[in-house]
């Protein structure tokens, strides 16, 4: 398999660089756009340049739907938002000439938009009335995808014969061709996106790419000659705020989950990306693998001016807030939070809150056992809750010297797909059994060394072909739009890839080659919180996760370390496991590095796959959902202070020290109350972010 290049390692002949001159405003109205005297061989490219549509959707060729402009026109909406683009054979001496321009702006005020979703059946106010005990607390997360990689760079060249050809590092290819024909006011077919390597994938991907992608096409249009977008992560504004999560439980005397109020307040993306689908994750992950009993929420998204999406769209900040909380639940009824979890999770034929069925009976009990086998993790939880009970009981008695331990467990679930798709046509693949017996797989996504693993396996195994070609555009054949590389929907792909091999191998026999079969993604919609129909699919098959993390932290300087990561997954089929591996150790990094910074200290994690067979699954969003809850868990056991934030930095450290030594009794039982004091949602307890 030849491997794709980077950006960087493309070089077209009379190529010319582009770069965006950017708006110095959060928020505006473009007046005027002064420059030194410009050399004949730059231009400057602004919004009259664009012979199409000046805007992204997240829906390609959706109509009505809000856009992110191309190139700002007068309105101002971020601060990095491209107002001109300069062009010319020299990027140093282009680096010059921007320096020289004068972008005069008015600052105005961001706009205030916002999402709004609000769930209140009835039943929550008499569960909480009759509750033996109630547990609460306001969960804090800032963390977002990290280690963006190469840049966001995008070269387009005009096409003999007409066309575009588009080399840009893309998640959803689909998307930069719609965008980018619709920007030049072509139709799709003539519109060829090569999709360059690129090292890591994150959500942010799938539309930036379409963005600088645009920019690069118009102004190839506009010179008839090749142009490359020189840009970086920091010309896009990093995210502000965070998500603040407000739960409330009401438990029987035997801790069973009786009712659940939900309050969200989160910071998304740009005006209507993902902003329904990113909400209702947060809320989905926020109620965990847990039966919430009567449940009532309210979330509310403000847009942020261009960050990119949350981490995991939403879901691993929601699984944060739901696993810290089960541990609190488990502290205040005085039990193992690993026994609690095995008792309390959502079995096969119960539902998840937003109305899907699980539809598969997942082994969580041995998930549990696994991973709490691997890190010795009930013998470490016991040892230093009794050190920890010892220390607040005889604070005079602690050894000064003495190491602080924690230990901490999470357990969470991901999907693979789209509640709310946002692809308007039928994605799909088509495979076709050629007569010498080689087989080529027609799809836009994506791949990566992962993917073509995978259907490498696939392919051998049940056609006997070892080297299938894989085709993403032909101008002579349309090749299926597959949609976005995202939500682990890699394994969605895989999935359709193994039914067209089947439905293959059962024509090859009676049907002279070559034998050609089409699979397309089947939607079965239901009506998410009773309200919103979304695709079942999204969220049927699960795969799960489990994760320990063990802390110690230094009673002198107060430094946290991390002794071992320990993380058991329930994927399915694993058909690729060295790639799986890659892909998990990859995810404990990205879930620790803005806790720890330095990466080389968080030790590599042991991994466990139980192999249940069936269906393949995805398992990349796993470790963002459950290793930050089980880290903040084990530094909160070690501190004996109930840590609600992620990530959590040395002044966070130093005021639970501060506390811990003041108040004296600061641990997580703290956060009870007796049922018949917590009849009403306190909301002093929530603070919206911004």
Known sequence: MERKPFVDDISIKDCLAGIALRSPVKAGVLREIRTPRLPSTVTLITAADIPGVNGLSVYPGGEG?????????????????????????DPAKLRELAEQCFIDAEEGEEEDLSLEEEYRPGGADQAFAGAALVVEGTYGVDFQAAW??????????????????????????????????????????SIEVRVTRFKVRLDERLWIPSLTACQAAVAARA????????????????PAGGTEIFLQTALDSRGNIL?????????????????????????????GAYGPGSLSFSARGKAGAIPPVLAGFGMAQGFFAAERHVSRIADALGEDPAGWRKNHFLRWGQKLPIGVEIREE?????LIDAVASMADYRRKWAANELLRKNRREHPSQEKIREPLRGVGIALAYQGSSFLYNPVNVKEGVELTLEKDGSLEIRTNFPWGDNQFHAWKT???????????????????????????????????????????????????????????????????????????????????????????VEVEVDPVEYLPRIRGIWIALEGGTILAEEQARKTITLGVMDALCQAIPRREEIPPPAIDFLWAGGNVK?????????????????????????????????????????????????????????????GEEKESAFAAPG
């Open 458 to 548: 696939l392919t051998s195994r049940v056609l006997g072909v070892e080297e299938p070609r894989i085709l993403s555009f032909d101008r002579e054949k349309s090749v299926p739009e597959s949609g976005p590389a995202c939500l682990s929907r890699g394994m969605l792909i895989t999935r359709l890839i193994e039914k067209a091999c089947a439905a293959i191998r059962k024509q090859r026999f009676r049907d002279p080659l070559p034998i050609t079969v089409r699979r397309y993604c089947q939607e079965t919609k239901i009506q998410a919180w009773d309200r919103r129909p979304c695709d079942e699919g999204a969220l049927s098959p699960l795969s799960w996760g489990s994760a320990v």
């Open 65 to 89: 739907a809000p856009r992110i402009p191309i190139i700002a026109e007068k309105k101002l909406s971020y601060r990095g938002q491209a107002a001109a683009l300069l062009l010319g054979p």
């Open 148 to 189: 963006p990689g190469e840049p966001p760079e995008a070269i387009a060249l005009p096409a003999s014969g007409g066309g575009m050809i588009i080399h840009t590092a893309a998640q959803w290819p689909g998307h930069v061709r719609e965008s980018a024909a619709r920007a030049l006011n072509e139709g799709s077919e």
């Open 362 to 366: 997942a082994p969580l009990e041995e």
């Open 618 to 678: 995805g398992i990349g969003e796993l470790p963002l959902n459950t290793v930050p809850a089980a880290y903040v868990q084990a530094l909160s056991q070690a501190l004996d202070y109930p840590f609600e934030r992620y990530p959590i930095g040395s002044e966070d450290i130093w005021e639970a020290v501060q506390a811990r030594s003041g108040s004296g009794e600061p641990g997580e039982a703290g956060a009870a109350s007796p049922g018949n004091t917590a």
């Open 223 to 238: 010179r008839n000659r090749p142009v490359r977008i020189i840009a970086k992560w920091d010309d896009f504004p990093s």
């Open 259 to 287: 009712g659940t109020r939900l309050k969200i307040r989160a910071r998304l993306g740009p005006p209507g990306i993902f902003g329904a689908e990113v909400l209702d994750r947060i809320v989905l992950g926020a109620l």
